[in-house]
C-alpha cells in the first residue's frame, strides 16, 4: 500500500503518518513535509525517489509526472490499467493527503506584492486532490486535519473506508478545491463580478445554528472567504447564542446604521427598523432613536456605528434588548451591558474584501445579484418643484428622512424632525396605508415634520393625508403621471416639495445647493 502526503499545514500529519507507517503503507512526500516526517522520525521517502526526476522550478514542479498520477488515477477493477501500471513500474496509490498554499491569507495582506500571491497558487496540490477524488471508489482522499482522527482510528483497526465515507471525502476535497480556486478568480478579477459571465462566491462554514428561520429548518452561518468583517464574522463578547433570526436582525441594524457618517444609532425589530437618530452625543442619539417608537423597540436590536460608551450603557438600563452590536464597547460599558445575562454583544469590523460590494438573493433555480445601493452625491439633482423652498430645518428634515429610507421595508414612509425618525410606515400594499402608519407611530411628533416616500405620489390624496398630520415637508423620487396633480395639492396646502429623480439609496452626506434654499 501506498500513500503521498504533501501538506502545507501539518497539523496532525505525524500521527497520521505514524499509525499509516505502522500499518504497511509506504509513505511518499514532498519538500517541507519530506523534511516534517523526517525529524518527527517516520520513515518517508521523497517523490523524486519514486519520479527519478527532480524538483524543478523552484518547486513549482513537483509530484507532476506519471509515476504518481498513474499511480492515483488506475482504476483497480480496469484490468488494463493494472496492466499499464506494471509496464510501466507504476506502484497504486491508495490514499492521498493533501492541503493548500494559504492563498487567501496572503492575499488578506494589503501590503502583499503580485509574487507573492502568484507563489501561493498551488498548481500540484489541487492536481493530486482532483486525480485521487476522481477516483473515489480505489483511492482516499484527505483534506482535512479533522479526519484524520477517525481515518487513523479505522486504518489501526484493520477496517475499511467504505464506499459511502470514501464519496463523502471526495465531495469534500473538491468543494475544497472549488472554495481555492474561487479565492483566487475573485482576487484576481479587476472588474465587477457583475461583469463576469459566471459568479462563483466563495463561502466558509462559521457555526452551526440550532436552527433556520424556524424549528424545522436547519441553519448555519457562512462567511465570505475573500471578505473581512461584517456581521458573518462578528466576535461575540456575550449572551445566548446566535440564531438564525439573530444574525438577519443584527445585520440590519449593523448596515443601518454604518449609512450614517454621524454618531448614529438603529434600533431594529423583525429587520425593519424602528428608531434612528444621529447626535454628537451617543447617549442622546440612543434616547431619541427609542423614543421614535417604544414599543416596537422593546425586545429589538440596537446598533451602533461608535463604541458603546459608559453613558449610553446606562441609559439603556431597565430596556429589554436582544443583541447591541457595535464596533466595540468600552471596557467601563461592558460591565454594566455583561449584567444583561441574555443580551447579546457583539463587536463586528466594517466588511470589506471582493464582495461586498454585491446583494445576493436566492430565487426558485438560481440568485438574483445586484450591486449595493452606494452612490456618491446626489442633492446637485434634487428639485424643488412647488412654490415654496425649504427652510435649512426642512431641509436637514428631508435628508435624515431620505437617507433612512433604504434600510426599512416598501412602501416606505419616514417622517423624521430633528436628526430622529418619528415615525414609519412599512411593507404595507399600498403608500396611504404607510402613511396612515407613520403618522400613527409618530401621534403629537408629526406636526412639523419631514416626509420621505422610496416611490413616487401616485395621487394627491397622499398629500391631503400628510397635511392633516401636520407635514410641512416632503421628499420622494416623483415621475408619476399624475406629478401635476401631486405638485398642485402640496401647493395648495403650503407645502414644499422635493423630487430626487431615483429611489432611496445610501450616500455620503448631502448638501442641496443653496439657490433651492429659503
Known amino acids: 500500500m501506498r500513500a503521498v502526503l504533501s501538506v502545507y499545514d501539518k497539523t496532525g500529519l505525524p500521527a497520521l503518518a505514524r499509525a499509516l507507517s505502522q500499518t504497511g503503507y509506504e509513505l511518499i512526500s514532498t519538500g517541507g513535509t519530506h523534511r516534517s516526517l523526517v525529524e518527527s522520525g517516520i520513515d518517508v521517502k521523497q517523490v523524486s525517489d519514486v519520479t527519478k526526476f527532480p524538483e524543478i522550478l523552484e518547486g513549482r514542479v513537483k509530484t507532476l509526472h506519471p509515476q504518481i498520477h498513474g499511480g492515483i488515477l488506475a482504476r483497480r477493477a480496469e484490468t488494463t490499467h493494472i496492466s499499464e501500471l506494471e509496464a510501466h513500474g507504476i506502484v497504486p496509490v491508495d490514499l492521498v493527503v493533501v492541503n493548500l498554499y ?221 443583541i447591541v452590536v457595535a464596533p466595540g464597547f468600552t471596557s467601563e460599558a461592558l460591565v454594566i451591558l455583561k449584567k444583561r445575562k441574555r443580551t447579546r454583544l457583539l463587536k463586528i469590523e466594517p466588511q470589506v474584501g471582493n464582495m461586498s460590494k454585491l446583494s445576493v438573493k436566492t430565487i426558485s433555480g438560481g440568485a438574483l445579484v445586484q450591486t449595493i445601493d452606494e452612490v456618491g452625491k446626489l442633492a446637485d439633482t434634487w428639485k424643488v418643484v412647488t412654490n415654496r423652498k425649504p427652510s435649512l430645518s426642512e431641509q436637514a428634515n428631508m435628508e435624515f428622512a431620505w437617507k433612512c429610507l433604504p434600510h426599512i421595508k416598501s412602501n416606505t414612509i419616514v417622517l423624521a424632525k430633528g436628526n430622529s425618525m418619528v415615525g414609519m410606515g412599512a411593507g404595507q400594499p399600498n403608500r396611504l396605508v404607510s402613511i396612515h402608519l407613520a403618522l400613527r407611530i409618530a401621534g403629537d411628533k408629526s406636526p412639523g415634520s419631514a416626509l420621505a416616500s422610496d416611490a413616487f405620489m401616485p395621487f394627491s390624496d397622499n398629500i391631503e393625508l400628510a397635511v392633516d398630520g401636520g407635514i410641512t415637508a416632503i421628499i420622494q423620487p416623483g ?35 443653496t439657490s433651492d434654499l429659503v
Not at 479 to 508: C, K
Open 102 to 322: 494559504p492563498f487567501v491569507e496572503t492575499v488578506s495582506d494589503p501590503r502583499v506584492f503580485l509574487e507573492q500571491a502568484l507563489e501561493n497558487i498551488d498548481i500540484g496540490g489541487p492536481t493530486l486532490i482532483r486525480a485521487a477524488a476522481k477516483n473515489f471508489p480505489d483511492v482516499v482522499v484527505v483534506v482535512d486535519p479533522s479526519d484524520y482522527g477517525w481515518i487513523s482510528d479505522k486504518i489501526v483497526c484493520g477496517e475499511d473506508i467504505s464506499l459511502d465515507e470514501r464519496k463523502g471525502l471526495a465531495s469534500k476535497a473538491f468543494q475544497h478545491v472549488a472554495l481555492y480556486d474561487t479565492s483566487i478568480a475573485g482576487w484576481l478579477r479587476d472588474q465587477s463580478p457583475l461583469k463576469s459571465e459566471d459568479i462563483t462566491m466563495g463561502l466558509v462554514k462559521m457555526n452551526d445554528l440550532r436552527y433556520g428561520e424556524n424549528p424545522h429548518q436547519s441553519g448555519a452561518v457562512y462567511s465570505s472567504v475573500l471578505n473581512e468583517g461584517g456581521v458573518a464574522k462578528a466576535e461575540q463578547l456575550h449572551g445566548l447564542p446566535m440564531s438564525y433570526t439573530n444574525y438577519l436582525d443584527a445585520d440590519s441594524a449593523w448596515t443601518s446604521v454604518n449609512a450614517f457618517e454621524e454618531n448614529a444609532c438603529v434600533i431594529v425589530k423583525h429587520t425593519n427598523p424602528c428608531g434612528i437618530a444621529i447626535d454628537d452625543k451617543q447617549q442622546l442619539a440612543f434616547e431619541k432613536a427609542f423614543q421614535g417608537d417604544t414599543v416596537s423597540a422593546y425586545g429589538g436590536i440596537v446598533g451602533f456605528n461608535r463604541n458603546v460608551t459608559l453613558a449610553t450603557a446606562n441609559a439603556m438600563k431597565g430596556i429589554l434588548f436582544d
Open 479 to 513: 415621475g408619476s403621471i399624475r406629478d401635476t396633480e401631486v405638485i398642485e395639492s402640496a401647493d395648495r396646502h403650503g407645502i414644499t416639495m422635493l423630487f430626487t429623480g431615483m429611489r432611496p439609496v445610501s450616500y455620503t452626506h448631502l448638501t442641496l445647493p
